[in-house]
């Protein structure tokens, strides 16, 4: 066969192969921007579930935990005015005998909640940025679990060291910085959902098609892997809200509709003396209004110090806490657990308490 048909042949061949590989490249190309867009498509739609998600178990702490501290606040107000009636009564001799029969170890509880609220306050003052009273829904109950078990004040534990470590933990921020708001990081998922996310900071579109195909494929399945987790995340975060309104509901209950009339009464009968005016009530039903006004704080408190999720116990049964930071049990999906049993024991035995109050 003559050269130029030889030359001419391969010339055909090669032409024909690199029309064929250069229809494939752009088919891999095709498929690739077809599969980036698809995985960017799902990645949005379920980051911004997450995120509503997220933002609304956000909010929900915030308020709880802000109801948390008046509610500390308040405590302290009024066993700050209860003294200083008693003082008021016997100054004035209406009743020098009235001594209160209100156990002990209830005001020990009543009093280092109003301690550890008062310290978390004068470090919120000082700080800046939000989220300070949701990390106080989160923390403060297991907190307070901690100085039970270790015999150390709730106070110190929830001072500056205490809200420096909440705040470090609570894993805010901006994306790129691993943040995803105050709820959706480490304090309600345990950084979970986290890590997948930001490895997907958008993938590399090569020049060669095979490459392209091939990262957009790697980016698929990192999408994949993120999508479930924040899928995970959204029910975890669902679920944590459910709890969280409903410890809500009852502390708002408790203290708005029962407790601030104990309050108001103790206010009242302190201005009453300071005015010089005589109380109408009798000695024995100002000692009961008194020990009415301790058996509901009591129980407030014993709501606020349940920790909303399940806090890590040592072989000792204590709570355990590593550079002041309480550490919690996780789930198998790394998730912190909601502390659901008791949650629901101590609403539930709070208002068979309310129930034996005579108000």
């Keep these: 066969m003559p050269l130029p048909f030889i030359l001419g042949g391969i010339a055909a061949v090669a032409a024909g192969y690199g029309a064929k590989k250069g229809y494939e490249g752009y088919q891999n190309k095709d498929e690739a921007e077809r599969i980036a867009e698809k995985a960017q498509s799902k990645y949005s739609s379920a980051k911004s579930a997450f995120d509503n998600a997220n933002s609304r178990t956000e909010s929900a702490l915030e308020e709880l935990g802000e109801l948390q501290l008046k509610i500390g606040e308040t405590l302290g107000e009024y066993d700050r005015l209860v003294n200083k009636l008693i003082e008021k009564l016997d100054e004035s001799n209406h009743n020098s005998a ?134 995970l995340g959204r029910v975890q975060l669902g679920r944590t809200s459910i709890y969280v309104e409903k410890i809500y509901d009852n502390l708002s209950r408790y203290f708005n509709t029962i407790f601030m009339e104990y309050l108001d009464f103790v206010q009242y009968a302190c201005e009453q003396l300071e005015k010089g005016l005589p109380l109408t009530d009798e000695p024995e039903e100002i000692k009961r209004k008194i020990a009415n006004g301790y058996a ?64």
């Design 98 to 231: 009235l001594k209160l029969s209100i156990p002990e170890y209830r005001l020990d509880k009543i009093r280092s909640l109003t301690m550890s609220t008062t310290a978390y306050l004068g470090q919120l003052a000082g700080a800046a940025g939000a989220g300070g009273a949701a990390a106080f829904a989160v923390y403060g109950g297991v907190m307070a679990l901690a100085a039970a078990s270790t015999g150390t004040p709730i106070a110190a534990l929830s001072g500056a060291a205490a809200y420096n470590a909440t705040m470090a933990a609570i894993g805010g921020g901006s994306l790129a910085a691993g943040g995803f708001g105050m709820a959706g990081g480490a304090m309600v998922l345990g950084g979970v959902v986290a890590a997948p996310i930001i490895a997907i900071a958008g993938w590399a579109y090569a020049n060669h098609a095979e490459k392209a195909l091939d990262d957009a494929k790697a980016y698929h399945r990192k999408v994949e892997d993120a999508v479930e987790k924040m899928d």
């Design 296 to 359: 509901v704080a009591a129980i407030l408190v014993d709501i606020i110090v349940t920790p909303l999720f399940k806090p890590k116990l040592d072989a000792k049964g204590k709570a355990v806490v590593k550079d002041n930071i309480p550490e919690f049990d996780l789930d198998k999906h790394g998730m912190k657990v909601i502390n659901k049993e008791q949650i629901d024991d101590v609403l539930t035995s709070s208002e068979s308490g309310l129930g034996s109050i005579t108000f």
